[in-house]
Protein backbone atom coordinates (compact mmCIF):
# COMPACT_ATOMS: atom_id res chain seq x y z
CA UNK A 1 0.00 0.00 0.00
CA UNK A 2 13.74 -10.15 6.76
CA UNK A 3 17.30 -11.60 6.96
CA UNK A 4 20.75 -11.70 5.11
CA UNK A 5 23.46 -14.04 4.97
CA UNK A 6 26.69 -12.48 3.78
CA UNK A 7 29.91 -13.69 1.74
CA UNK A 8 32.42 -12.79 3.34
CA UNK A 9 34.49 -12.28 -0.36
CA UNK A 10 33.25 -11.97 -3.49
CA UNK A 11 32.62 -15.58 -5.35
CA UNK A 12 32.24 -16.71 -8.78
CA UNK A 13 29.61 -19.09 -8.93
CA UNK A 14 29.21 -21.51 -11.72
CA UNK A 15 26.75 -24.34 -12.09
CA UNK A 16 25.94 -25.39 -8.60
CA UNK A 17 22.62 -26.85 -7.97
CA UNK A 18 20.62 -26.78 -11.26
CA UNK A 19 16.89 -27.18 -10.88
CA UNK A 20 15.02 -26.99 -14.30
CA UNK A 21 17.00 -28.38 -17.43
CA UNK A 22 20.55 -27.54 -17.76
CA UNK A 23 22.36 -24.43 -16.22
CA UNK A 24 21.89 -20.93 -16.79
CA UNK A 25 24.85 -20.31 -18.72
CA UNK A 26 26.24 -16.93 -17.21
CA UNK A 27 28.65 -16.74 -14.68
CA UNK A 28 27.62 -14.25 -11.17
CA UNK A 29 29.89 -12.57 -8.99
CA UNK A 30 30.24 -10.30 -6.05
CA UNK A 31 28.47 -10.82 -2.54
CA UNK A 32 24.86 -11.20 -1.34
CA UNK A 33 23.28 -8.32 -0.95
CA UNK A 34 25.36 -6.01 -3.16
CA UNK A 35 25.18 -5.44 -6.63
CA UNK A 36 26.12 -9.04 -8.48
CA UNK A 37 28.81 -8.62 -11.58
CA UNK A 38 27.21 -11.07 -14.37
CA UNK A 39 28.66 -12.58 -17.58
CA UNK A 40 27.00 -13.65 -20.42
CA UNK A 41 28.67 -16.17 -23.03
CA UNK A 42 28.71 -15.41 -26.60
CA UNK A 43 25.82 -16.40 -28.51
CA UNK A 44 21.69 -16.03 -28.12
CA UNK A 45 20.46 -18.15 -24.64
CA UNK A 46 19.15 -21.52 -24.38
CA UNK A 47 15.45 -22.25 -25.15
CA UNK A 48 14.59 -23.85 -21.63
CA UNK A 49 13.72 -22.40 -18.20
CA UNK A 50 16.84 -22.70 -15.97
CA UNK A 51 17.62 -22.02 -12.20
CA UNK A 52 20.26 -22.33 -10.01
CA UNK A 53 20.13 -21.27 -5.88
CA UNK A 54 24.09 -20.46 -5.97
CA UNK A 55 23.90 -19.90 -2.16
CA UNK A 56 21.59 -21.46 0.36
CA UNK A 57 19.26 -19.50 2.58
CA UNK A 58 17.89 -20.68 5.65
CA UNK A 59 14.15 -20.69 7.16
CA UNK A 60 10.66 -20.45 5.52
CA UNK A 61 10.71 -21.61 1.79
CA UNK A 62 8.92 -19.80 -0.82
CA UNK A 63 5.48 -21.65 -2.06
CA UNK A 64 3.07 -20.68 -5.05
CA UNK A 65 1.23 -17.73 -3.94
CA UNK A 66 3.87 -15.96 -1.40
CA UNK A 67 5.33 -12.96 -1.22
CA UNK A 68 8.89 -12.86 -1.62
CA UNK A 69 11.18 -10.02 -1.29
CA UNK A 70 14.23 -9.84 -2.67
CA UNK A 71 17.53 -7.82 -4.15
CA UNK A 72 17.79 -8.05 -7.70
CA UNK A 73 19.19 -7.39 -11.20
CA UNK A 74 17.02 -8.43 -14.38
CA UNK A 75 18.33 -8.72 -18.08
CA UNK A 76 16.86 -9.01 -21.07
CA UNK A 77 18.88 -11.53 -23.34
CA UNK A 78 18.55 -12.00 -27.44
CA UNK A 79 20.73 -13.30 -30.50
CA UNK A 80 22.03 -9.40 -30.38
CA UNK A 81 21.99 -8.03 -26.80
CA UNK A 82 22.52 -8.56 -23.26
CA UNK A 83 21.05 -5.86 -21.58
CA UNK A 84 20.45 -4.79 -17.70
CA UNK A 85 16.59 -3.35 -17.93
CA UNK A 86 15.82 -3.51 -13.86
CA UNK A 87 17.98 -3.29 -10.62
CA UNK A 88 16.54 -2.62 -6.96
CA UNK A 89 19.66 -1.40 -6.23
CA UNK A 90 19.36 1.42 -8.76
CA UNK A 91 15.85 2.06 -7.20
CA UNK A 92 17.42 2.03 -3.89
CA UNK A 93 14.89 -0.68 -2.13
CA UNK A 94 14.36 -4.28 -2.84
CA UNK A 95 11.76 -5.58 -5.30
CA UNK A 96 8.58 -7.18 -4.28
CA UNK A 97 7.32 -10.48 -5.83
CA UNK A 98 3.97 -11.84 -5.05
CA UNK A 99 4.89 -15.13 -6.63
CA UNK A 100 1.29 -15.76 -7.55
CA UNK A 101 1.44 -13.10 -10.57
CA UNK A 102 4.64 -11.86 -11.55
CA UNK A 103 5.77 -13.98 -14.65
CA UNK A 104 5.44 -17.48 -14.77
CA UNK A 105 8.73 -18.46 -15.34
CA UNK A 106 10.28 -16.02 -12.29
CA UNK A 107 7.31 -17.85 -9.78
CA UNK A 108 8.66 -20.87 -10.84
CA UNK A 109 12.26 -20.03 -9.57
CA UNK A 110 11.60 -18.39 -6.84
CA UNK A 111 9.28 -21.56 -5.06
CA UNK A 112 11.37 -22.99 -2.68
CA UNK A 113 13.57 -20.27 -2.30
CA UNK A 114 14.79 -18.99 1.42
CA UNK A 115 15.95 -15.99 2.80
CA UNK A 116 19.54 -16.09 2.61
CA UNK A 117 19.68 -17.43 -0.55
CA UNK A 118 20.77 -16.48 -4.11
CA UNK A 119 19.10 -17.75 -7.27
CA UNK A 120 19.70 -17.16 -11.12
CA UNK A 121 17.04 -17.76 -13.67
CA UNK A 122 17.00 -17.88 -17.22
CA UNK A 123 13.57 -17.32 -18.34
CA UNK A 124 12.59 -18.06 -22.18
CA UNK A 125 10.41 -16.18 -23.72
CA UNK A 126 7.08 -18.49 -23.36
CA UNK A 127 7.42 -18.05 -19.32
CA UNK A 128 8.23 -14.55 -19.79
CA UNK A 129 6.87 -11.73 -21.62
CA UNK A 130 6.04 -13.71 -24.74
CA UNK A 131 6.87 -12.86 -28.49
CA UNK A 132 5.34 -9.57 -27.88
CA UNK A 133 7.60 -8.81 -24.77
CA UNK A 134 6.43 -5.77 -22.34
CA UNK A 135 7.54 -2.69 -23.52
CA UNK A 136 7.05 -1.25 -19.95
CA UNK A 137 9.54 -3.61 -18.83
CA UNK A 138 11.95 -2.54 -21.23
CA UNK A 139 11.93 -6.50 -22.71
CA UNK A 140 11.53 -6.40 -26.45
CA UNK A 141 9.22 -9.31 -28.43
CA UNK A 142 10.87 -12.83 -27.97
CA UNK A 143 13.37 -11.86 -25.41
CA UNK A 144 14.81 -14.28 -22.70
CA UNK A 145 15.49 -13.21 -19.06
CA UNK A 146 17.91 -13.40 -16.82
CA UNK A 147 17.19 -12.77 -13.13
CA UNK A 148 19.38 -12.93 -10.25
CA UNK A 149 17.73 -12.84 -7.22
CA UNK A 150 19.58 -12.26 -3.50
CA UNK A 151 16.05 -13.32 -1.36
CA UNK A 152 15.71 -10.98 1.79
CA UNK A 153 12.48 -12.30 3.25
CA UNK A 154 9.40 -15.01 2.23
CA UNK A 155 5.98 -14.21 3.28
CA UNK A 156 3.23 -16.35 3.44
CA UNK A 157 -0.72 -15.83 2.90
CA UNK A 158 -1.39 -17.08 6.47
CA UNK A 159 1.86 -14.84 7.84
CA UNK A 160 0.73 -13.56 11.40
CA UNK A 161 1.94 -11.43 14.52
CA UNK A 162 2.34 -13.84 17.77
CA UNK A 163 1.87 -12.18 20.96
CA UNK A 164 -0.26 -11.53 24.14
CA UNK A 165 -2.96 -9.45 22.92
CA UNK A 166 -3.67 -6.10 24.82
CA UNK A 167 -6.85 -4.91 26.25
CA UNK A 168 -9.60 -3.18 24.04
CA UNK A 169 -10.28 -0.50 26.54
CA UNK A 170 -11.87 1.70 24.65
CA UNK A 171 -15.98 1.43 24.02
CA UNK A 172 -15.83 4.67 21.61
CA UNK A 173 -13.33 3.00 19.45
CA UNK A 174 -13.84 -0.50 17.26
CA UNK A 175 -13.30 -3.76 18.46
CA UNK A 176 -11.05 -6.56 16.64
CA UNK A 177 -12.02 -10.07 17.62
CA UNK A 178 -9.40 -12.78 17.90
CA UNK A 179 -7.29 -13.29 14.90
CA UNK A 180 -7.20 -16.31 13.03
CA UNK A 181 -4.19 -16.82 10.83
CA UNK A 182 -5.41 -16.05 6.91
CA UNK A 183 -8.75 -14.71 7.58
CA UNK A 184 -9.92 -10.95 7.69
CA UNK A 185 -10.43 -10.12 11.55
CA UNK A 186 -13.65 -9.68 12.66
CA UNK A 187 -14.23 -5.69 13.74
CA UNK A 188 -17.22 -4.73 15.32
CA UNK A 189 -18.10 -0.42 14.86
CA UNK A 190 -19.30 0.96 17.86
CA UNK A 191 -22.58 3.17 18.04
CA UNK A 192 -21.86 6.94 17.60
CA UNK A 193 -19.56 9.18 15.81
CA UNK A 194 -16.66 8.68 14.49
CA UNK A 195 -13.43 10.20 15.96
CA UNK A 196 -12.25 13.75 14.44
CA UNK A 197 -8.48 12.63 14.81
CA UNK A 198 -6.39 9.72 14.08
CA UNK A 199 -6.41 6.60 16.54
CA UNK A 200 -3.66 4.00 16.67
CA UNK A 201 -4.26 1.34 18.93
CA UNK A 202 -1.51 -1.66 20.05
CA UNK A 203 -3.28 -4.76 19.79
CA UNK A 204 0.00 -6.73 19.53
CA UNK A 205 3.20 -5.07 21.18
CA UNK A 206 5.83 -6.54 18.89
CA UNK A 207 9.61 -6.60 19.88
CA UNK A 208 11.08 -6.69 16.38
CA UNK A 209 12.47 -3.70 14.70
CA UNK A 210 11.79 -0.03 14.86
CA UNK A 211 10.00 0.83 11.63
CA UNK A 212 11.81 3.63 9.92
CA UNK A 213 10.87 6.21 7.46
CA UNK A 214 11.81 5.20 4.05
CA UNK A 215 12.09 1.25 5.06
CA UNK A 216 9.86 -1.62 2.60
CA UNK A 217 7.47 -3.15 5.27
CA UNK A 218 5.72 -6.27 4.37
CA UNK A 219 2.66 -6.25 6.15
CA UNK A 220 -1.18 -8.04 6.33
CA UNK A 221 -4.24 -5.67 6.61
CA UNK A 222 -7.34 -4.99 6.15
CA UNK A 223 -9.55 -1.70 5.34
CA UNK A 224 -13.70 -1.55 6.85
CA UNK A 225 -15.87 1.44 6.26
CA UNK A 226 -16.64 3.28 10.24
CA UNK A 227 -20.38 3.17 8.77
CA UNK A 228 -21.29 -0.39 8.06
CA UNK A 229 -18.00 -2.19 9.37
CA UNK A 230 -18.03 -3.69 5.65
CA UNK A 231 -14.35 -4.47 4.20
CA UNK A 232 -13.31 -2.85 1.60
CA UNK A 233 -9.49 -4.07 0.77
CA UNK A 234 -7.77 -6.66 2.15
CA UNK A 235 -4.18 -8.43 2.02
CA UNK A 236 -6.00 -11.80 3.35
CA UNK A 237 -8.66 -11.52 0.07
CA UNK A 238 -5.99 -10.96 -2.38
CA UNK A 239 -4.45 -14.36 -1.07
CA UNK A 240 -0.58 -13.16 0.10
CA UNK A 241 1.31 -9.96 2.05
CA UNK A 242 1.87 -6.95 0.91
CA UNK A 243 4.60 -4.68 1.08
CA UNK A 244 4.96 -0.62 0.88
CA UNK A 245 7.24 2.22 1.67
CA UNK A 246 6.28 3.68 4.68
CA UNK A 247 6.49 7.35 5.42
CA UNK A 248 7.45 8.86 1.45
CA UNK A 249 3.66 9.72 1.11
CA UNK A 250 3.46 6.32 -1.02
CA UNK A 251 0.43 5.32 1.64
CA UNK A 252 -2.26 7.35 3.09
CA UNK A 253 -1.31 10.01 5.44
CA UNK A 254 -2.96 8.18 7.83
CA UNK A 255 -0.54 5.34 7.76
CA UNK A 256 2.18 7.16 7.55
CA UNK A 257 1.59 9.03 10.59
CA UNK A 258 0.76 5.98 12.70
CA UNK A 259 3.15 3.05 11.37
CA UNK A 260 6.50 5.04 11.80
CA UNK A 261 8.48 3.97 15.08
CA UNK A 262 6.05 0.74 15.38
CA UNK A 263 7.69 -2.24 16.24
CA UNK A 264 7.94 -5.36 14.18
CA UNK A 265 5.52 -8.23 15.09
CA UNK A 266 2.66 -5.47 16.18
CA UNK A 267 -0.93 -5.73 15.27
CA UNK A 268 -2.30 -2.32 15.26
CA UNK A 269 -5.77 -0.78 15.08
CA UNK A 270 -6.04 2.79 13.01
CA UNK A 271 -9.09 4.91 12.82
CA UNK A 272 -8.54 7.19 9.73
CA UNK A 273 -10.19 10.54 9.31
CA UNK A 274 -10.87 11.44 6.15
CA UNK A 275 -8.30 14.41 5.65
CA UNK A 276 -5.57 11.59 6.45
CA UNK A 277 -7.52 8.94 3.82
CA UNK A 278 -8.46 9.66 0.59
CA UNK A 279 -9.41 13.30 1.04
CA UNK A 280 -12.74 14.81 -0.31
CA UNK A 281 -12.59 12.46 -3.63
CA UNK A 282 -12.60 9.22 -1.67
CA UNK A 283 -12.03 6.46 -3.74
CA UNK A 284 -14.45 5.80 -5.77
CA UNK A 285 -13.33 1.94 -7.58
CA UNK A 286 -13.48 0.98 -3.77
CA UNK A 287 -16.87 2.92 -2.91
CA UNK A 288 -15.07 5.16 -0.15
CA UNK A 289 -16.69 8.88 -0.17
CA UNK A 290 -15.41 11.76 0.84
CA UNK A 291 -16.30 11.86 4.36
CA UNK A 292 -15.75 8.17 4.63
CA UNK A 293 -13.77 7.53 8.54
CA UNK A 294 -11.95 4.57 7.78
CA UNK A 295 -10.41 1.42 9.88
CA UNK A 296 -7.26 -0.91 9.38
CA UNK A 297 -6.47 -3.61 11.39
CA UNK A 298 -2.69 -3.87 10.14
CA UNK A 299 0.12 -6.77 11.32
CA UNK A 300 4.09 -5.37 10.81
CA UNK A 301 5.13 -8.76 9.28
CA UNK A 302 9.05 -7.40 8.36
CA UNK A 303 11.21 -4.30 7.45
CA UNK A 304 13.69 -4.10 4.88
Given amino acids: MSAAVVVSVPLVFASSCSLFGG ?11 KVPEVEFPDGGPGDSLAVETLEDGDGAEARKGDLVVADYVGYRWNDDERKLVASSYAEGEPGVFPTGTVVPGLAEALVGASPGARVVARIPPEKGFGEKGDSRHRVG ?10 VRGVYGKSAAVE ?13 VGEAVPGQVPVVTMPRGAAPGKLQAVTLVQGEGPEVKGGQLVALQYAGYFWRNGQVFNSS ?33 LLVV ?10 LPQYGIRGDDTLVFVVELLGVH
Fill in 23 to 33: GVDVSVSGEFG
Fill in 141 to 150: PGDTLVYVLD
Fill in 163 to 175: GEPREQGDPRLPK
Fill in 236 to 268: WGEGHPAAVTIGTGEVLKGWDEALVGRRVGSRM
Fill in 273 to 282: PPSLGYGAKG
